[in-house]
Nanobody, 120 residues
Framework: QVQLVESGGGLVQPGGSLRLSCAGSGFTFSTYTMNWYRQAPGKERELVATITSAGASTSYVDSVKGRFTISRDNAKNTVSLQMNSLTPEDTAVYYC?????????????WGQGTQVTVSS
């Protein structure tokens, strides 16, 4: 029932831009913190960006600060990641994540991932 579906990945040259999108369904999207993670081959999955439920706060891993922007549209149940000035080190599978914790426990949903390849 719960689904997170990423789109927008692809091949881009260094210095280029991509915009990733994630569409959520099957849960109350507007109450969840939304995150973008990425994982490159042989590396740990890392949190790239996060945005709180109402979009009031965002945060980024240091390596993407100033280049990436996370945003959300709760009316459309979507979260996006605008990626600018891409480098080969940004090459990874990017995953959309929805996170929420209450008295019932932790809810943590993941998308299937979308490949971003920055060519050199």
């Amino acid at each position: 029932q719960v689904q997170l579906v990423e789109s927008g990945g692809g091949l881009v040259q260094p210095g280029g831009s991509l915009r990733l999108s994630c569409a959520g369904s099957g849960f109350t999207f507007s109450t969840y913190t939304m995150n973008w993670y990425r994982q490159a081959p042989g590396k740990e999955r890392e949190l790239v960006a996060t945005i709180t439920s109402a979009g009031a706060s965002t945060s980024y891993v240091d390596s993407v600060k100033g280049r990436f922007t996370i945003s959300r549209d709760n009316a459309k149940n979507t979260v996006s990641l605008q990626m600018n000035s891409l480098t080969p080190e940004d090459t990874a599978v990017y995953y959309c994540n929805a996170w929420y914790k209450d008295w019932r426990g932790l809810k943590n949903y993941w998308g299937q991932g979308t490949q971003v390849t920055v060519s050199s």
